[in-house]
């Protein structure tokens, strides 16, 4: 046969075979070949609860998920269908750039075409990491940090993939690059963190689905929970006996064989919660997985009763739920214990601090610090009582001039962001009373690193380590809050969460995520920070004499 006529030929078999692959399970099958644990032809033997995931066409899709259960395939796969059958161009928005973005386009995406024939002729251009070109059809690979990288890019469809993790006030704009496309579609993909924050907040507003399955002793539906799915056989986590832990039916409590799951979760559904959401949520936890085994679970539980840390991991990880640890944000009840007998704006005389925090409105807290009698303390923040004189906020700089001059502050600091310009001038006008303050990462503790020459102004120190000690004191109560504290200054304490965590040595770390505006919570922050730079004045401002 004419070699044209050959290329016809195989031109026509092609364009029917893609007729076929109609849905992007279909594609998958067809088109994925997998490397380990489970290499070959894509399968959804060993993932069953991925396949209704891979065609879900609903315009916004939220899987809250515990780690590796082949969300990230989904979103793959689906970028690849919609790319090849659907001529839908793709963005794939991953918390950073580097290494998130770079690894992804590597480990994932090269990956994936080095198995596959049939993908390595979709893409006609791929050196680009962030920029993969299938003909007119194009997959831009970006981190959320960077709010250039995410302008100026149309897009049909947009994959969050670990949601948690990006800066949450760059993903609206994300979302924007849909805007004059016609097929539109987004999937919202993580790990939770805590209750309230990223992935967890839609996916409470979605219809919540959980896999179930016909179990293969009693034939009811049921699905996979902790605790009631998995038998621990030991009382620590050291003991060889709890190898022997294992699954079971919450239903008949009869036994779940882990190496069996791929039949009995062959058929499984996904069940929603609610049927009347715009969202379409999945959520699903490593008791499904069939790489963990059962045993690997009951040693992380054991762990995670004796390290902040492995707890966090143990329900987000493991379990795929978000989780506030105990004494990890403020309570009503604490704020409500210091709670004192006087009310907002009053004026007293001593040694008095402000802070200011920055954003639409100016948020400040005027304290005034009492020595503890008799106490030894190794600095002035841990031997001073605190007592808010005023709680309050104001939309201009100038506004802030009466405060000052009311209260006459030993230090006033400022939070550098958003108008660096004005908190500048500002302090310059108020030279050695007022600082500006940044949040640094290479600061350890409680140090407070002063600039020099002309950043002498500016002080920068450790987010959390500061964090730790002005909303600690709200928990110890070491400071007293005026009869009608501000509703507003409550929610704002409350909207900081301590999150434990490991760095890349496995040393314990911790972090805060807001879940809502904290103005007031970094206002007093600013005004502990305060307390320690006024120590080296000794002196009130003279307000008399600014500079």
């Given at each position: 046969?004419?070699?044209?006529?050959?290329?016809?030929?195989?031109?026509?078999?092609?364009?029917?075979?893609?007729?076929?692959?109609d849905s992007c399970s279909k594609w998958?099958?067809?088109?994925?070949?997998?490397?380990?644990?489970?290499?070959?032809p894509w399968t959804f033997d060993h993932h069953p609860w991925l396949r209704a995931m891979h065609d879900a066409d609903d315009p916004e899709c939220v899987g809250q998920k515990?780690?590796?259960?082949?969300?990230?395939?989904?979103?793959?796969n689906r970028t690849f269908f919609m790319i090849d059958i659907k001529k839908v161009s793709t963005l794939y928005v991953l918390p950073t750039k580097t290494p998130d973005a770079s690894d992804f386009s590597a480990s994932r995406f090269d990956a994936a075409l080095e198995g596959s024939t049939y993908l390595r002729d979709m893409f006609?251009?791929?050196?680009?990491?962030?920029?993969?070109?299938?003909?007119?059809?194009?997959?831009?690979?970006?981190?959320?940090?960077?709010?250039?990288?995410?302008?100026?890019?149309?897009?049909?469809?947009?994959?969050?993939?670990?949601?948690?993790?990006?800066?949450?006030?760059?993903?609206?704009?994300?979302?924007?690059?849909?805007?004059?496309?016609?097929?539109?579609?987004?999937?919202?993909?993580?790990?939770p963190t805590v209750d309230g924050y990223?992935?967890?907040?839609?996916?409470?507003?979605?219809?919540?689905?959980?896999?179930?399955?016909k179990c293969p002793s009693c034939s009811r539906q049921t699905r996979l929970i902790f605790p009631e799915c998995l038998v621990i056989t030991s009382e620590d986590a050291d003991d060889p006996k709890i190898k022997n832990s294992y699954l079971i039916c919450k239903e008949c409590k009869q036994c779940l064989p882990h190496k069996a799951k791929q039949h009995w979760l062959k058929n499984g559904i996904w069940v929603p919660k609610y049927t009347n959401k715009m969202l379409r949520g999945f959520h699903i936890n490593q008791l499904y997985s069939p790489t963990v085994d059962p045993y690997k679970l009951a040693i992380s539980y054991y762990r995670a009763q004796t390290n902040p840390a492995d707890e966090q991991e143990f329900y987000n990880s493991k379990l795929g739920l978000a989780h506030i640890a105990k004494d990890a944000k403020i309570t009503d009840q604490d704020?409500?214990?210091?709670?004192?007998?006087?009310?907002?704006?009053?004026?007293?005389?001593?040694?008095?601090?402000?802070?200011?925090?920055?954003?639409?409105?100016?948020?400040?807290?005027?304290?005034?610090?009492?020595?503890?009698?008799?106490l030894v303390a190794p600095d002035i923040n841990m031997g001073s009582l605190g007592k808010i004189l005023s709680i309050g906020k104001c939309l201009h700089f100038e506004e802030l001039e009466s405060l000052l001059n009311k209260y006459q502050p030993s230090m006033t600091v400022i939070d550098s962001q958003p108008e660096r310009r004005k908190a500048y001038e500002f302090a310059q006008k108020y030279w050695g009373y007022v600082k500006l303050c940044y949040y640094g990462h290479?600061?350890?503790?409680?140090?407070?690193?002063?600039?020099?020459?002309?950043?002498?102004?500016?002080?920068?120190?450790?987010?959390?380590?500061?964090l730790d000690l002005s909303l600690g004191r709200i928990r110890n109560k070491t400071t007293q809050l005026p009869i009608n504290t501000p509703i507003e200054f409550r929610n704002h304490v409350k909207n900081l969460i301590r999150v434990p965590g490991k760095d890349k040595f496995n040393n314990p770390t911790s972090s805060y995520l807001n879940i809502g505006y904290d103005h007031y919570a970094h206002a007093l922050n600013l005004?502990?920070?305060?307390?320690?730079?006024?120590?080296?004045?000794?002196?009130?401002?003279?307000?008399?004499?600014?500079?």
């Amino acid at each position: 046969m004419h070699k044209l006529a050959v290329n016809m030929l195989e031109g026509i078999q092609q364009g029917l075979q893609r007729q076929t692959l109609d849905s992007c399970s279909k594609w998958a099958e067809h088109c994925r070949i997998m490397g380990t644990p489970f290499p070959g032809p894509w399968t959804f033997d060993h993932h069953p609860w991925l396949r209704a995931m891979h065609d879900a066409d609903d315009p916004e899709c939220v899987g809250q998920k515990a780690a590796q259960l082949g969300y990230t395939e989904v979103g793959l796969n689906r970028t690849f269908f919609m790319i090849d059958i659907k001529k839908v161009s793709t963005l794939y928005v991953l918390p950073t750039k580097t290494p998130d973005a770079s690894d992804f386009s590597a480990s994932r995406f090269d990956a994936a075409l080095e198995g596959s024939t049939y993908l390595r002729d979709m893409f006609t251009d791929v050196k680009n990491v962030g920029h993969k070109r299938s003909g007119p059809v194009n997959l831009y690979i970006r981190g959320s940090r960077s709010r250039a990288g995410l302008k100026s890019i149309p897009a049909g469809l947009i994959i969050f993939d670990e949601l948690d993790e990006m800066i949450q006030e760059n993903i609206p704009l994300a979302q924007e690059r849909q805007s004059g496309q016609i097929f539109q579609q987004i999937w919202y993909i993580s790990t939770p963190t805590v209750d309230g924050y990223g992935i967890n907040v839609l996916f409470l507003k979605s219809s919540q689905e959980e896999f179930f399955f016909k179990c293969p002793s009693c034939s009811r539906q049921t699905r996979l929970i902790f605790p009631e799915c998995l038998v621990i056989t030991s009382e620590d986590a050291d003991d060889p006996k709890i190898k022997n832990s294992y699954l079971i039916c919450k239903e008949c409590k009869q036994c779940l064989p882990h190496k069996a799951k791929q039949h009995w979760l062959k058929n499984g559904i996904w069940v929603p919660k609610y049927t009347n959401k715009m969202l379409r949520g999945f959520h699903i936890n490593q008791l499904y997985s069939p790489t963990v085994d059962p045993y690997k679970l009951a040693i992380s539980y054991y762990r995670a009763q004796t390290n902040p840390a492995d707890e966090q991991e143990f329900y987000n990880s493991k379990l795929g739920l978000a989780h506030i640890a105990k004494d990890a944000k403020i309570t009503d009840q604490d704020i409500l214990n210091c709670i004192c007998n006087y009310v907002n704006d009053i004026f007293e005389e001593g040694l008095i601090t402000i802070g200011i925090d920055q954003g639409k409105w100016l948020h400040y807290i005027v304290q005034k610090w009492i020595q503890r009698e008799l106490l030894v303390a190794p600095d002035i923040n841990m031997g001073s009582l605190g007592k808010i004189l005023s709680i309050g906020k104001c939309l201009h700089f100038e506004e802030l001039e009466s405060l000052l001059n009311k209260y006459q502050p030993s230090m006033t600091v400022i939070d550098s962001q958003p108008e660096r310009r004005k908190a500048y001038e500002f302090a310059q006008k108020y030279w050695g009373y007022v600082k500006l303050c940044y949040y640094g990462h290479s600061i350890n503790g409680k140090q407070i690193n002063e600039g020099k020459d002309d950043m002498e102004q500016c002080v920068t120190v450790d987010r959390t380590s500061w964090l730790d000690l002005s909303l600690g004191r709200i928990r110890n109560k070491t400071t007293q809050l005026p009869i009608n504290t501000p509703i507003e200054f409550r929610n704002h304490v409350k909207n900081l969460i301590r999150v434990p965590g490991k760095d890349k040595f496995n040393n314990p770390t911790s972090s805060y995520l807001n879940i809502g505006y904290d103005h007031y919570a970094h206002a007093l922050n600013l005004s502990e920070i305060a307390l320690t730079l006024s120590a080296g004045i000794g002196q009130s401002l003279d307000m008399k004499s600014p500079r």
